[in-house]
């Protein structure tokens, strides 16, 4: 258990559809990062907010948003969605700022776009 | 620009040895390398910076050559537990790592 927790663990929905996929990173960690991975693909970075602060940004669709929160838990809203949007989401969280640090993942939320 | 990493696919028996390679066009200040075994996260395994220092596990071994922009991931005596897909992450500036596509290694009795 890396102590990051993801919620949903499955969601299933249509195309079109809006969904918000939350997690909440290892206590005392600052940094937050999100992570698409396709069936049998690599980690595809999106997006990283360090103390609620978006730091950077990877390959990142515009439909696709993301924020921290002061509590320091980050939601990944992903809208009209599109059936290649279909995709293991990670998250991960680390101390600082990844440069350095290592990334302690969560379980990952599975999204089916029917 | 996402790193290489070669080969794509190897198969071991056990106790056997195998190295995993990572290379990039752009300059690097550290390489990250993660284990994802099926059906789970990633787990770190090591940091590489730039300069030498490492941070990550003792029995995994890697190196990282600045020069060339590589790094290699050594792992030794294979055993069961070592099967999954290894990722290298490359970081140029601060907190952007980009990882590879991975590379598949099944370790066979």
């Known amino acids: 258990d890396s102590g990051v927790t993801q919620t949903p663990k499955h969601l299933i929905t249509a195309t079109g559809q809006r969904v918000t996929l939350r997690c909440s990173p290892r206590s005392g960690d600052l940094s937050v990062y999100w992570y698409q991975q396709s069936l049998d693909q690599g980690l595809q970075f999106l997006i990283q907010y360090y103390n609620g602060e978006e730091r950077a940004k990877g390959n990142i669709l515009e439909r696709f948003s993301a924020q921290q929160f002061p509590d320091l838990h980050s939601e990944l809203n992903l809208s009209s969605l599109e059936l290649g949007d279909s995709a293991l989401y990670f998250c991960?969280?680390?101390?600082?700022?990844?440069?350095?640090?290592?990334?302690?993942f969560g379980p990952g939320t599975r999204l089916t776009v029917l | 620009q996402q790193p290489v990493q070669s080969p794509q696919a190897v198969i071991l028996r056990e106790g056997e040895d195998a190295v995993i390679n990572c290379s990039s066009s752009?300059?690097?200040?550290?390489v990250h390398w993660y284990r994802q075994k099926h059906g789970e996260a990633p787990v770190f395994l090591m940091i590489l910076l730039k300069g030498g220092e490492q941070k990550g596990h003792e029995k995994i071994s890697a190196s990282f050559n600045e020069k060339k922009q590589q790094s290699s991931l050594y792992l030794t005596a294979s055993q069961l537990s070592y099967s999954g897909t290894y990722f290298c992450g490359t970081a140029r500036s601060i907190d952007k790592v980009i990882f590879g596509p991975g590379t598949s290694l099944s370790v066979i009795p």
């Open positions: 991960a969280s680390s101390v600082a700022g990844g440069l350095v640090n290592e990334q302690f």
């Open positions: 752009k300059a690097l200040y550290s």
